[in-house]
């Protein structure tokens, strides 16, 4: 099987701007969530979607959304940028049978100038 | 609030020697608790997990041990080789589904 893929690899987007970044997560996995990697605070939790349905969300600004599509594929957005949204930001993906194993994608760079 | 700390921060061993990467959780209901390896430039790899119905897991050189009474959870590493060099990452699940709470991260070392 494929892994966890998320597109793009790396990003240069600039203070007001918006982004849009994509996870596809393993086949036949229906919960895909996204977290936040920086050096200062670590990884963190951004929301998880199953089956099209948002059902968590960490502590980030309304700024930061995200969606899933019925093939299971997610799709985040940040609006109105700012500089310290500069971060790795991850996919992972489970099946959700019990499991509770997240699975990684190797995550989209984000720097904001 | 839900928190894991994680220590110590670095780690530096010679290669065969072992490694133990300590957490402490705030969260009495948290019930997952699975051990990250990032490597530089990499994805973050699950190495190993444990519930909270089990006391111990292992798995060839690494071994996993939860203490639910004291809220902490360790990593030990036995063994250790130069490609165990990694960011550690513990983690538990709190709320339910899919959302972990990470720890900080401990920086192994292991020098040949």
């Known amino acids: 099987k494929a892994g966890v893929t998320q597109t793009p690899r790396y990003l240069i987007k600039t203070r007001g701007q918006q982004v849009t970044l994509s996870c596809s997560p393993i086949?036949?996995?229906?919960?895909v969530s996204w977290y936040q990697q920086t050096p200062g605070q670590g990884l963190q939790f951004l929301f998880e979607y199953f089956s099209e349905t948002q059902r968590n969300k960490g502590n980030f600004p309304g700024r930061f959304s995200g969606r899933q599509f019925s093939n299971s594929r997610s799709e985040m957005n940040v609006s109105t940028l700012e500089l310290g949204d500069s971060a790795l930001y991850l996919c992972?993906?489970?099946?959700?049978?019990?499991?509770?194993?997240?699975?990684f994608g190797s995550g989209t760079q984000l720097s904001v100038l | 609030g839900e928190n894991v700390e994680q220590h110590p921060s670095t780690l530096s061993v010679q290669e065969g020697d072992s490694a133990v990467i300590k957490c402490t959780y705030s969260?009495?209901?948290?019930?997952?608790f699975p051990w990250y390896k990032q490597e530089l430039g990499k994805r973050p790899q699950l190495i190993i997990d444990?519930?909270?119905?089990?006391g111990e897991k292992k798995d060839q050189r690494i071994a996993v041990t939860l203490n639910k009474t004291a809220k902490h959870f360790s990593l030990h590493i036995t063994e250790t080789q130069p490609e165990d060099s990694a960011v550690y990452f513990c983690a538990t699940r709190s709320g339910g589904y899919n959302k972990l709470i990470f720890g900080a991260g401990t920086r192994l070392a292991v020098h040949p």
């Open positions: 086949s036949g996995h229906r919960s």
């Open positions: 444990i519930r909270s119905n089990v």
């Open positions: 969260d009495s209901a948290s019930n997952y």
């Open positions: 992972a993906s489970s099946d959700d049978r019990g499991g509770e194993k997240l699975f």
